[in-house]
């Protein structure tokens, strides 16, 4: 006489977490995004209030810039080094923006020394305006299927970037408002005129850079999962995807004069950046990981 018995409840593993965890990282990244985009669409529109005020208070600024220019150093040059090897006009779109995302933390680490124009023109113009258009114009040539898309999307953020170079550098700044002790992020709202046309064309370059980068990232992580395969690719894209969207939810704060954490958000979004980049990179996985249940 036989005996029914229950069938064994196969272990929760590793390709089963990825079933489930891959698609609600993406639908929490995508919400947040989408939130970031709604304000930066408000404040460029006006209907998003801008508080005044010199906002919250510095964290230690000398030790977070020297950390985020050596992390972003770090990754521009390992950018530009593929670019070396393999050619490829988005790693060297990704490698300008991220020498861009350099100069950021290098004119923060110097203005903590003293007031130099020079210096706040450049933090502004690669910091608030540029690094994140051209970071997410790499992208755009990544995956674009229409060359003339790409190209003409290139051209015309070339001329932005020129255009908002000349304003950015015509513009009067209010020196007697500068303090070393407090960080760029905090107090660049009380030296750069509040009617300023470079500041008006800040929200249009982010909204570009975070719809390009983050949901070319996410697109991307959504695709890989889908056909399950390289899974480590799948988790770089999501920490792009991450590193970009903790960037540009400081940056819209800081335009509410919160830009205390600015600093922090460069190196956190540098380092999670630079690590999905070495994910993403990687040889992938050959097998499909969902299929790998044990019985």
Known sequence: MSVLRRAPRPPVT?????????????????LATALILVVAIGV?????????????????????????????????????????????THLLLWGTGLVMFGIVGVTELISTFGWYPTVFRLWYLCGA??????????????????????????????????AAAYLVFAEPLNASAFDPRAPLGV??????????TARKLTPVFNIYGTLTL?????YSAWLLWRKEIAPGRVA??????????????????ARFGAGGLLSLA??????????????????????????????
């Open 187 to 196: 107090q660049f709202r009380a030296v750069l005129p509040e009617g300023s």
């Open 44 to 88: 460029l529109l006006g209907v998003v209030p801008i508080r005044a005020g010199r906002g919250d208070a510095p964290l230690s600024a000398h030790g977070l810039s020297l950390a985020s220019s050596l992390v972003t150093g770090l990754f521009a040059a390992s950018v530009l080094r593929r670019y070396l090897q393999r050619g490829g």
């Open 266 to 295: 460069e190196l956190i979004a540098a380092a999670l950046m630079f690590v999905g980049f070495l994910l993403a990179t990687a040889r992938p996985v050959s097998a499909a990981l969902a299929r790998r249940v044990a019985p």
């Open 129 to 162: 305006l540029l690094t994140a258009a051209w970071l997410g114009q790499g992208t755009v040539y990544l995956m674009s299927r229409r060359r003339r898309l790409a190209v003409g999307t290139m051209l015309v953020l070339l001329g932005a970037s020129l």
């Open 236 to 253: 770089g894209n999501l920490l792009i995807a991450a590193g970009g969207l903790s960037l540009a939810l400081v940056s819209t704060l």
């Open 14 to 30: 590793q390709a089963r977490s990825y079933r489930v965890l891959v698609p609600g990282t993406l639908v929490v990244l995508a």
């Open 214 to 218: 983050v949901g070319g990232a996410l």
